[in-house]
């Protein structure tokens, strides 16, 4: 492959690449390499004299706005992976699960292609926490109704856990699941004749939206976090 195509595989851009190899830092098979395309094999590389690392996995959290579409791609409108820089548009990074295009909150974006996987999966059955603001009162029947499982035209959701936080002509609750159907949130709370006016997600398993983080801000879990969600979802100590 070319240099600075295993320079970009690493994790620099091209402009990075080109200037580490104009000022001479790289090294190809010991000898210093001003042309970067020249052919190489990943392996012979030297940066300031070590083997390139090939980049480490990339895991962030992205408050996402409303508007914008939880996908890689879309022809009209941005997407989760339009809002980050170009370093990791590069990488294949892509959403875990989905949020509607009106859905706020916490978006999880990784390369891990096995733990994106298994955060969907409803056998870990990692759990998500939303704040929903509804039409109407919420009561104690709603609290019932939520945990019992309510059942939709095309399927039974799993008990969920609802909190109200305040009722009213509008009512403020908290709802837990372990599931993430299409519309799921939604399509609960119409059941029980309080159709949805706002919806926040607020945590997956181990890892809670940063309140610092504005609408369409991000930042890389920390190792911590990581290690939560792997431990979670078996795919090691975590360590
Ligand atoms: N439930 C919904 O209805 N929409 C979402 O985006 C997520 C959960």
Redesign the pocket.
Known sequence: MRLDKALTLAGYTRTEAKAMIARGRVRVTGAAVRDAGMAVRPEDVLLDGAPLQAEREVYLMLNKPAGVVTATEDARLPTVVSLLPEKYRRRKIGPVG???RD?TGLVLLTTDGQLAHRLISPRWKAEKL?RARCEGALGEADVRAFAGGIELADFTARPAQLRVLSSGEFSLAEVTLTE?KF?????MFAAVGHPLVA?E?LRIGCVTLDERLAPGEYRSLTAEEVAGLRRMTELDGGE
């Open positions: 989905r949020l509607d859905v939303y993430g519309h799921q949130v939604k399509r919806l997600r």
